[in-house]
């Protein structure tokens, strides 16, 4: 599935733990970003990582975790 910045996403599943965006990365614990909160992507790294925005922080998260969520029309 193809990603570009700026969509909105949210998790597919629960991540064991979340890694922040940081020069120096920092494990935060999961429970940070529930299944049905809704994030924007403001990055996209190589081996299809992606930097994401959500309410408590910004983490990287790989794409096959994360949902595109369905735009309103």
Do not use: W
Request: glycine share 6%; aromatic share 6%.
């Amino acid at each position: 599935m193809k990603f570009s910045i700026g969509e909105k996403v949210s998790l597919q599943v629960p991540m064991q733990y979340l890694k922040t965006i940081d020069s120096i990365s920092m494990l935060r614990p999961p429970d940070l970003v529930s299944l049905d909160e809704v994030g924007i992507i403001i990055g996209i790294r190589p081996n299809d990582l992606l930097e994401v925005k959500f309410r408590r922080g910004d983490f990287l998260i790989p794409a096959e975790r994360l949902k595109i969520i369905e735009k309103d029309n």
